[in-house]
């Protein structure tokens, strides 16, 4: 089994930060690429960034000079910090990682979200 769970959500007026934390465990070899993505109502959900095991980033260009994600090799983290928040990055925001589990074989896997909601 699997895990990944967000945490760090909340409720933060524009121009404000936010920090959301991704932490993966269970049976778990190694992390490939982990990602962020968000999503709101009536929405395809959207990559905001990407980060692979070797630290190349990528970012969504609505977040680009914004955002910043990172990782933490030996514990299995991720994290998103978000400056600048402005109402349209109001989502629900999802980690997922391309994990190799212990027998070898490969799964992406997603966590449950965490409600971001930018509004004064």
């Known amino acids: 089994q699997v895990q990944l769970v967000e945490s760090g959500g909340g409720l933060v007026q524009p121009g404000g930060s936010l920090r959301l934390s991704c932490a993966a465990s269970g049976n778990i070899f190694t992390i490939r690429t982990m990602n962020w993505y968000r999503q709101t109502p009536g929405k395809t959900r959207e990559l905001v960034a990407s980060i692979t095991s070797g630290g190349s980033t990528n970012y969504g260009d609505s977040v680009k000079g914004r955002f910043t994600i990172s990782r933490t090799n030996a514990n299995n983290t991720m994290s998103l910090q978000m400056n600048s928040l402005k109402p349209e990055d109001t989502a629900v925001y999802y980690c997922?990682?391309?994990?190799?589990?212990?027998?070898?074989?490969?799964?992406?896997?997603w966590g449950k979200g965490t409600l971001v909601t930018v509004s004064s």
């Open positions: 997922s990682a391309a994990i190799v589990r212990l027998e070898g074989s490969v799964m992406n896997y």
